[in-house]
């Protein structure tokens, strides 16, 4: 079983920037093995991707964020970020660490973290 604990979410102005962590934990478990992705989920919508981290390192995100979040990750610490710069009041969301193991194909997330984004 692998634990995923978000942290950094808040509140912030428009403008601004945050830095979310997850960090996994369990016997065993290593980032390279699995994909570890963001996503997130505003009130009345649907829980949409925001970027995922390959355990190969290859990275993508979503187009609504593109250029403003950044994913990456600290193998050494087993936690995967999520840097948010120009932060946008359409970014409020609850945002959810994911992984997906290549082996086994199993899917884990975390409890999720609140971002506001609000002046």
């Known amino acids: 079983q692998v634990q995923l604990v978000e942290s950094g979410g808040g509140l912030v102005q428009p403008g601004g920037s945050l830095r979310l962590s997850c960090t996994a934990s369990?016997?065993?478990?290593?980032?390279?093995?699995?994909?570890m992705s963001w996503y997130r989920q505003a009130p009345g919508k649907q829980r949409e991707l925001v970027a995922t981290?390959?355990?190969?390192?290859?990275?993508n995100a979503a187009d609504s964020v593109k250029g403003r979040f950044t994913i990456s990750r600290d193998d050494a610490k087993n936690t995967v970020y999520l840097s948010m710069n120009s932060l946008k009041p359409e970014d409020t969301a609850v945002y959810y660490c994911?992984?997906?193991?290549?082996?086994?194909?199993?899917?884990?997330w975390g409890q999720g973290t609140q971002v506001t984004v609000s002046s």
């Open positions: 981290i390959t355990g190969s390192g290859s990275t």
């Open positions: 369990a016997s065993g478990f290593r980032l390279r093995g699995a994909a």
């Open positions: 994911n992984a997906k193991t290549y082996f086994g194909n199993l899917d884990y």
